[in-house]
């Protein structure tokens, strides 16, 4: 079975975890620094990052302080999404691993200052401008001989919940409610449908990035993942609040829910076989899912990248 042991020497090797100071992304950058890589922390607050740096550093006294770094990231605001692509750019000259952890599910229906739905904001287009604004990085990185570049979004078969009738075509569709009932904004099917569809565009979104690598013939893999129910925060934020404490029962610890995220971003089995992982949903070590078939439609693929970027043009990103 695959854990923690599974995961080769990582010396040399440059990865960034947004959502790193809590949760499953806590977990990650553990790890990913434990086997020698040099881990940027992407996250909003200096106080914890700087405590979930403090704890790492003060339980191994193996990684030095050099090797965990706090990258400023607020993944709700665009342009301070572009500073910290500009930084993580200045300083560092390769980056060969990019795991796209952070996620939100809101209880009401509120949108960002540039008017996009805050679940999809953050779990979809904040990923997607420190993606695109690090390609040239990773590109880079990827054209060195025997580079192993990799790109780990998290996405979920929650994906499935995305409502019907939001097909991605319009950049309207990206300020959606998740619902056709303007009255029931804070439902909880209306958490599950926002929720959904920002999964779904984490699925959709690594599916054609994997498409346009392969056009280009650039060697980095994309894929999503599905932790599965973990006790995090996070996890449990599309929840109603009397369930939370039977559900921290029955999950999984955030160590064995990052598993999957560290199998994508390091495991050997991917490299050994591209064509079984490439752009694929991934729901535990090794193990691939095909998702909905609205997942799998490559011109609804195509359209959310599409509006996307223009949206993005609209707010200067």
């Not at 050099?66 to 990258?71: A, F, N, P, S």
């Not at 990923?127 to 690090?134: E, Q, W």
């Amino acid at each position: 079975m695959w854990n923690n042991t599974s995961i080769p020497d990582l010396t040399g090797k440059v990865a960034l975890v947004t959502g790193g100071n809590v949760g499953i992304g806590f977990q990650i950058v553990k790890q990913l620094a434990l086997h020698g890589a040099k881990v940027y922390l992407g996250a909003r607050s200096e106080p914890r990052a700087k405590q979930a740096i403090d704890s790492i550093l003060s339980e191994y006294q193996s990684i030095t302080k050099d090797r965990v770094i706090w990258l400023p990231l607020d993944l709700s605001r665009p342009a301070n999404i572009m500073e910290a692509a500009q930084l993580m750019s200045s300083w560092e000259k390769r980056l060969d691993i990019l795991i796209n952890n952070a996620g939100i599910a809101t209880d009401d229906f509120t949108t960002t200052a540039e008017g996009f739905e805050s679940t999809i904001a953050v779990n979809h287009i904040g990923h997607f401008i420190l993606t695109t604004k690090l390609l040239p990085l990773l590109k880079a990185t990827a054209s060195a001989i025997g580079s192993d570049v990799r790109i780990v979004t998290s996405s979920s078969v929650a994906e499935k919940f995305a409502p019907k009738h939001n097909n991605f075509t319009t950049t309207e569709d990206l300020s959606d409610p998740g619902t056709t009932d303007s009255n029931d904004y804070t439902s909880r099917k209306t958490v599950f449908s926002r929720y959904g569809a920002s999964k779904l565009a984490n699925l959709l979104f690594t599916r054609e990035l994997q498409r346009r690598l392969d056009e280009e013939d650039v060697k980095i893999t994309a894929l999503a993942v599905d932790p599965g129910p973990v006790a995090t925060d996070g996890g449990m934020s599309v929840f109603p609040g009397f369930l939370k404490p039977v559900l921290k029962m029955v999950m999984k610890s955030p160590e064995k829910g990052a598993l999957t995220q560290l199998f994508c971003a390091t495991a050997k089995e991917i490299v050994n076989e591209p064509e079984k992982y490439k752009g694929k949903l991934l729901t535990a070590p090794g193990k691939t899912n095909p998702g909905s078939d609205k997942s799998r439609n490559s011109e609804l693929a195509r359209s959310l990248w599409r509006i996307t970027e223009e949206a993005l043009k609209t707010v200067g990103a």
